[in-house]
Every structure is written in structure tokens, then in C-alpha cells.
């Protein structure tokens, strides 16, 4: 209970109109660049670092809280609104969420995200404010051969649900391997399908993808059915745009699941959010598929929300513990932070609660504080984005050409990664209008890296022993946790194709 | 008529939204005529976070503080070790309202990726401030002293792995330089790059690698609290405060440091480098960057003019050989 008396003396000195004002404004900002597609809260933060270091410390955290928090609870409503995510961590959510803005539910969409993101973000929170030694022991269990198998693991868990023709979710997971293997190769420094140019060598941003094939690709597609089909781009709004109880006792689960899935991700230090929002995404889509819920993929379901929400949110909580107890920047948003703290003669490390105890406490306390204001800011800008719908289409969709242009320029300046959005906007054009899924194609270009290097790291410190790919507890659970889901998909596909032969028998008896 | 209020209302802050996303971009992007001391753009060849970013946005901060410059940005454009920041530096031929953040990292980066353009197409300003690497151990290890880590390295230089930054970094080439300097075929060291020190310092922690090759400060605290152990730094000298010793006083002549510094653009005439060469000596007098050196935990290496120049070649000359000896 020690750290309860101590976190409430940070929220003695947290909670001042002053400081409420800042984190205000925090939030404020971080939504907006949130909301912008390819802006994200790193670039905000580093806006801000110049700002804060006239501000006293605590004014400055609780700022950076708002911020940090605010990209988050931001990136959705741009994906869900109109298919076009601000940034990856919001892939998932867009899924579902656009399916319920056009069955006309935009502003109960934006409302289950933002409580979503709110419940992941103050259970992670909690679980750093009492858990932070513990999760540090967890991160150093993770070597290359754990990566491995989770990124595996991950693959296998992820697309298997998120497509169903397995010959286009194969195309689709084959051009995101392809766009994700440009670069310069990390454990070799070999140059791969770069044409040369050097302005390729850091690979193609995830950002630029993510921007081209979900917004560009949507403006395109929009585009060319917007005289032909008028009914398909019209969203009208009906229903009530407030949760109600029936809603929250449908989501809570949801939103439960989704936290579990990202408190883990957070500390170690690969993947980011998309792979536990998407892990999130499939648990739900493969639940609904068990309920015969037929609101999911079809009109849209809130659990499909909820879950990857609470999820993002949670794996940015618990990136807080990781670099506050750890000083591991998980993100390039956090090591902007870790800059900041060491301003006010912080250094986030193993160390931190020791030397600076108070003003860790009094950040963990902003953090709470940051996502209360962030709550109740969504919920009301939930009605009023919702309203955005109904503007008119070409107005509509030339905007948000414009600020995906903006968002992607303003990631590294460089004129190629223009043309490369272009490029990808093109293909994602072309992959809805053969109905090829764009899900596989995201999982591809996160996880086909990672597993990559990962098996490269583990092969070369064994010196190309296998053997070390199944050498601990944490691998050989999870390549169970696998062989056993799969044998049982095999047998339960097999005794439903059965029946059906059966069935067929039967009928035609 | 609530509902076409809010609808204004919320196109409105779209607006609002959109215009401060423009002038952020354009903020960053925009130099025109004016003078250095009117306005300075300085180039972070790196994503915001990384160590140029940190490095051009303290120097943004002590030019501030002390009124040398009225306005000052930092402009990010990351990629490939710096190299990418640097072409397109190069082509900005007389921008004499133009700063960029450089340092060994990015003369690595140029040897490893044949980069066309290089530190001759620039005009050197100053080296600023110095980081220097630090070979660890996980504390349970049985190695505890850089004898005993070189004398496993040398029986069998496969299986002692040394995990460290990407390649080209100053970890790596250090241990180029380490494996050289003991009699080890450096292409045989087994070094595993991450792409961040945070990365890679967990996976020292979890005991994946034998040793590992890391900037002092992100190891420190690790360090201190008895997580990692520490063998050689890579420093002339012992470092003021820190209980480490050095690889030369330990017998292997390996003196590497991760230094930064500012350059100007290719064309510039002899009057708008004085101008620069000013504005660094006003930034290292200043008390906002003898803080920043502090909390940063860089070593104050100020150094103009020739010196500067003779070392930059020295550093270039290092740097091709230790590449070519890691077989790169």
C-alpha cells in the first residue's frame, strides 16, 4: 500500500487548475496530431520539448501525459470515420469501426474506442504503478529465439481469421512481405530491392503503407463509384450516438480482452501496438464467428472496437513502465520523452525510483489525470466528429487527400515517399476493386520483419543451431499454445466438412 | 439549426487542425534570404528521438536562451545513418541560413553504404561534444575482466557473440577496432546489430549475447545497479566521475569516441562561416549548453578550424580501415 500513499502525494501535487489547464492543452494537441493521418504523438512531443523547458516540471509531465495519451485516443476516429487510419496502431479498430460508420453508428464507434482506449490505459497504468520490478524481469526474459515464436505465433494467430479466401489472403500477405523487405538488411548490411536509391535504404515507412493503402486507396475507390453507386458512399446517421448500458455490458468484455492482449506488448521493446491490436481483432472476429454473431463484418460489431482500442492503449501504459523503470525507448515517441525527463534531471533506468521518487510519482499521476480529461474531451467530440460525415463527399474525401500528403511529408521531408504513397495508393485501389483483403498485407509488412531479423539474431548467436528456437519455457509454451489450436481448427474443420457431406447425403436420399 | 452550428464548429477546428499542420511543415521546411542571425535552420539527419535530433535541438535551445539567433528550427530528415540528411544537405549550395548536426556515426554510415555524397562536399564547423562506448557483461556472467572477455573472444570468436547498435555504429566499428587491436580476424567477430540501444541493451540484460558494445550513458545505470558489468571504455582517458577503465590503459590501443558536431552547406562564402564559427563559440560558452553537456553526460570537445579538419580526416582514415577489416 506504499505506493498507493505515495501516488496520491504525486496527485497532491499533480492536481492544480494550472496543471489542468496544461494537460488541457496537451490533450488537445495530442488528439489533433493524432487525428491527422501520419502525424503521430512523437512529432508533437517534439514540437512541445522546446515549450516545457520554461514550464515547471510537473506542468511539463502532466502536458507530455495529455500528449502521449491523446495520439492514441486520436488515431481511430479518422479510421473509423472514413476508413482512413491516422496511424498504424489504429489499423485494427478501423476495421470494424468504419463498418459501424456506415451502418450509420459513427458516433457510438468513436465513443466505444475512446472509452476503449480509456480502460486500456488506466489499467496499464495500474499495473505500472504496482507492478514496475516485475515487468522489468519479464522484458529480460525476451531473447531472439521468444521474438521468434511470438511473431510466429502472432502470424498464425492473426491471419487465419482476417481473411476468408485463402488464395487472395496469400496475395495480400505476399505484396506486404515484398514492400516490407526493401531496405537495408540490419544483421548483414546487404541492400535489397532498393533501385538504388538511398533514400530507400531505412526501408519504406509503416506510416507511408498504412496512409496509402487505407486512405489513399479508399479516396480512389470512393472516387471511382462516387457517380456511379451513390448509395455506396452515403453514410446517413441513425441510431443513438450515446453507449448504452446494453452496450457497455457488450463491449466490457471486449474492451477486457483487448487490455489483457496489450499489457505484455508494452515492455518489450518489438512490434509496438499493432500486434496486440490485431491480436485483439482476430480473438473477437474468431469469438464472433463461435456466437454466430452476424453484426460482425457485416453492419459492424462494437466488440471489433472495442477490443483492438483498449488494447493500443494498453500497450502505450505499459510502454510508460518499460521506460521508466527500464529507460528502454519502446517508441520514438518515448525516447522524445526520455530526452524530457533527463531536462528536469530525470533518468528513467533502474535507478529512477530511488533518485527521483516524488517526480515519477507525480508523472504517474498526470498520466491517470491526462487520460480522465482525454475521456471526457472523446466522449463529447464523439457527437461532433460524427457530424463530419455530412459533408459532402468530394469535399470530404479532397481533404483528406490533402492531409495525407501533409502527414507523409512531414514524416522525413522527402519527396520520394510521395510518390511511394501514390504508388501504394494505387495498389490499394486495385486490391478493393478484386476484393483482395489489406489486413494481410499490414500483418505481413509488421511481422515479416520482425521475424526476420529475429530468426537471423537467434541462428547467428547459436552459430546455426536450431536448437535454440525451442530452448526455454517462453518458446516451447508458445509453440504448444500452437500445435494445439491448430490441431483443433484441422479437427473441427474436418468433422464440419463431414457433416456436411451428410448432410448432403441426407438430402439427397 | 444545433446540428449546422456544430457542423461549422467542427469544420471549423478541422481547419484550425489542418493550417497548424501546414505551418508546422512549412516552419520547418522554409530558409529564404535572411540572414543566419535572423533566422537559422539546423538539419537533424535523424527521426525525431534520435541522437542528432537531441543533439541539434539542445544547440536550438542554448542559441535561443542567449538571444544569438532570433529564430531557430530543427529540421528532421532521417535515413541510413545520417546519409540521407547529408545528400540532401549537399545540394543546398550556399544556404548560408543553414546548420547540420554530424558526428562519427555519419562517417560510418558513408563507408558502409558508398554513400556519393561525403564530409569533403561540406564545410566543417565545429565538434561539439563526445559519447563514448563501453563494453559490458550481464552480471551473472563468469567473464569479469577485459582479459578474460579477449581471452574467450580469441578461443573461439564465434561463440562469443557481441550484441550492439546497427552496423556502422560506433559499437560496431569499435569492435572492429577491439578485434584488431588483439589479433582477431575482425569478419569473424559474430556481432549482432539491433537497430536501437534500447534494443539492444535488453537483450544484454536477457544474457542473449556474451558481451555487448553500448554508448556509456544508456548503460550507466544499468551499470550501477549491478545489472551489467563493465570492462573498458572507449575514452583516452578516465572520465571524470566514472569508475571504468579505459581499453588503453588496459593494453589494447582502441580510442573511439561517438562525437557531434554542426557543418555548413557546400559553397558558402569565408564571411558566413565566420558567422557560424561565432554562433558555436557563443553555444559553448553558454551556460544552457554546460547543462545540457551535463545532463547529458556528453564530454565537452569543442574544436574549430584546422584541428577540426585534421581530425575528421583522421577519423575517415580509421573509419575505411576498420570497415574494410570487418569484411563490409
Redesign the interface.
Known amino acids: 500500500m506504499e505506493q498507493l500513499n505515495l501516488l496520491l502525494e504525486g496527485f497532491s501535487n499533480a492536481l492544480t487548475p494550472m496543471n489542468l489547464l496544461w494537460v488541457l492543452l496537451g490533450a488537445l494537441l495530442g488528439t489533433a496530431v493524432g487525428v491527422l493521418p501520419g502525424l503521430g504523438s512523437a512529432m508533437a512531443v517534439a514540437l512541445l520539448l522546446p515549450i516545457t523547458f520554461s514550464l515547471d516540471p510537473t506542468a511539463a509531465f502532466i502536458m507530455f501525459a495529455g500528449v502521449y495519451y491523446g495520439g492514441l485516443f486520436g488515431d481511430s476516429t479518422s479510421g473509423i470515420l472514413l476508413n482512413t487510419p491516422g496511424n498504424s496502431s489504429a489499423i485494427a479498430s478501423t476495421f470494424e469501426g468504419h463498418r459501424m460508420a456506415r451502418s450509420g453508428l459513427a458516433a457510438k464507434a468513436l465513443a466505444t474506442a475512446a472509452m476503449g482506449a480509456f480502460i486500456g490505459g488506466l489499467l496499464a497504468t495500474t499495473v505500472v504503478v504496482f507492478f514496475a520490478p516485475t515487468l522489468v524481469k519479464l522484458a529480460t526474459a525476451f531473447g531472439p529465439a521468444e521474438y521468434f515464436a511470438l511473431a510466429v505465433f502472432a502470424f498464425l494467430a492473426i491471419s487465419s481469421v482476417v481473411s476468408d479466401s485463402i488464395v487472395k489472403g496469400l496475395v495480400a500477405l505476399g505484396i506486404g512481405l515484398v514492400l516490407a523487405m526493401v531496405g537495408v538488411d540490419g544483421p548483414s548490411g546487404t541492400i535489397r530491392y532498393t533501385l538504388g536509391l538511398p533514400q530507400l535504404f531505412d526501408g519504406i515507412s509503416i506510416v507511408v503503407i498504412t496512409v496509402g493503402l487505407l486512405a489513399l486507396g479508399e479516396v480512389l475507390h470512393i472516387a471511382s463509384r462516387i457517380h456511379r453507386d451513390p448509395e455506396a458512399v452515403k453514410i446517413k446517421p441513425s441510431g443513438r450516438p450515446r453507449l448504452h448500458r446494453h452496450d457497455i455490458k457488450k463491449a466490457l468484455p471486449a474492451w477486457l480482452r483487448g487490455t489483457a492482449f496489450g499489457l505484455p506488448f508494452g515492455i518489450i521493446p518489438a512490434g509496438g501496438s499493432e500486434v496486440p491490436t490485431f491480436l485483439a481483432y482476430g480473438t473477437e472476429k474468431r469469438l464472433a464467428k463461435r456466437r454466430g454473431d452476424i453484426e460482425f463484418g457485416q453492419i459492424g460489431s462494437i466488440r471489433g472496437v472495442a477490443a483492438p482500442e483498449a488494447a493500443g492503449n494498453a500497450t502505450a501504459g505499459t510502454a510508460m513502465g518499460a521506460l521508466l523503470a527500464l529507460g528502454l525507448p519502446t517508441s520514438a515517441t518515448a525516447a522524445i520523452m526520455i530526452a524530457a525527463f533527463q531536462q528536469y534531471g530525470m533518468q528513467p533506468g533502474p535507478l529512477l525510483f530511488e533518485r527521483s521518487g516524488p517526480m515519477v510519482w507525480t508523472l504517474l499521476a498526470s498520466l491517470f489525470i491526462g487520460l480522465v480529461i482525454l475521456l471526457v474531451m472523446n466522449m463529447q467530440f464523439a457527437v461532433l466528429w460524427a457530424k463530419l460525415l455530412l459533408v459532402p463527399r468530394h469535399y470530404l474525401y479532397a481533404g483528406i487527400t490533402v492531409l495525407s500528403v501533409l502527414g507523409v511529408y512531414a514524416i522525413s521531408a522527402a519527396l520520394l515517399d510521395l510518390w511511394i504513397l501514390l504508388g501504394v495508393g494505387l495498389v490499394g485501389f486495385v486490391m478493393r476493386r478484386y476484393e483482395i483483403p489489406l489486413a494481410p498485407v499490414l500483418i505481413a509488412v509488421i511481422l515479416g520483419p520482425l521475424a526476420e531479423t529475429e530468426l537471423r539474431r537467434a541462428l547467428t548467436v547459436s552459430e546455426g543451431d536450431a536448437g535454440i528456437l525451442v530452448s526455454s519455457g517462453i518458446t516451447i509454451t508458445l509453440y504448444s499454445i500452437l500445435a494445439l489450436t491448430l490441431a483443433f481448427t484441422a479437427y473441427k474443420h474436418v468433422r464440419a466438412s463431414k457433416k456436411a457431406k451428410e448432410d448432403a447425403e441426407l438430402i439427397n436420399a | 439549426m444545433v ?1 449546422k452550428r ?2 461549422s ?3 471549423y ?2 481547419v484550425v ?2 493550417v ?3 505551418a ?2 512549412n516552419a ?2 522554409s530558409g529564404g534570404e535572411s540572414s543566419a542571425r535572423n533566422k537559422l535552420v539546423i538539419m537533424a539527419p535523424a ?4 541522437g542528432w ?2 543533439f541539434a ?1 539542445e544547440a ?2 542554448a542559441l ?1 536562451s542567449i538571444g544569438a539567433v532570433n529564430n531557430v528550427q530543427v ?6 545513418g545520417g ?2 540528411g547529408l ?1 540532401q544537405f549537399v545540394q543546398m549550395t550556399g544556404r548560408h541560413d543553414m546548420l547540420m548536426a554530424t558526428g562519427g556515426v555519419m562517417i560510418g554510415a558513408i563507408e ?2 558508398n ?2 555524397a561525403t564530409m569533403k562536399d561540406v564545410e566543417l564547423v565545429a565538434r561539439m561534444s563526445d559519447d563514448y562506448a563501453v563494453l559490458v557483461v550481464p552480471a551473472k556472467s563468469d567473464i569479469k575482466t577485459l582479459d578474460e572477455f579477449i581471452a574467450a573472444w580469441k578461443k573461439d570468436p ?2 562469443t ?1 557481441i550484441a550492439g547498435g ?3 555504429s560506433i559499437d560496431h566499428l569499435l569492435t572492429g577496432a577491439v578485434a584488431q587491436e588483439v589479433g582477431i580476424d575482425p569478419s569473424k567477430a ?1 556481432y ?5 540501444g ?2 539492444a ?3 544484454m ?5 556474451v558481451g555487448g558494445m553500448s554508448g556509456y550513458n ?1 548503460v ?3 551499470i ?2 549491478g ?1 551489467l558489468r563493465a570492462l573498458a571504455i572507449s575514452s583516452e582517458e578516465r572520465l571524470p566521475g566514472v569508475d571504468v577503465p579505459t581499453f588503453k590503459e588496459q593494453g589494447v590501443d582502441a580510442v573511439m569516441a561517438n562525437w557531434r558536431g554542426f557543418v555548413g552547406a557546400p559553397g558558402i562564402t569565408e564571411e558566413d562561416k565566420q558567422v557560424f564559427v561565432d554562433m558555436v563559440h557563443e553555444i559553448h560558452e553558454s551556460e544552457q549548453w554546460k547543462d545540457a553537456l551535463e ?2 553526460n556528453w564530454t565537452d570537445s569543442f574544436m574549430i578550424g584546422k584541428e577540426f579538419e585534421d581530425y575528421v580526416d583522421s577519423e575517415i582514415e580509421v573509419t575505411e580501415q576498420i570497415v574494410k577489416g570487418l569484411g ?1
Open positions: 446540428s456544430i457542423l464548429r467542427s469544420l477546428g478541422v487542425v489542418a497548424a499542420g501546414l508546422f511543415t520547418a521546411a527521426s525525431p528521438g534520435g535530433d537531441g535541438r536550438q535551445q535561443k529540421t528532421n530528415i532521417p535515413g541510413a546519409t540521407i545528400s558502409l553504404a554513400s556519393e564465434g561463440k557473440s546497427s552496423l556502422g559474430n549482432i546489430a539491433y537497430s536501437g534500447g534494443e541493451l535488453t537483450s540484460l536477457a544474457g542473449t549475447t544508456e550507466a545505470d544499468q550501477e545497479a545489472n545532463r547529458n563490409l
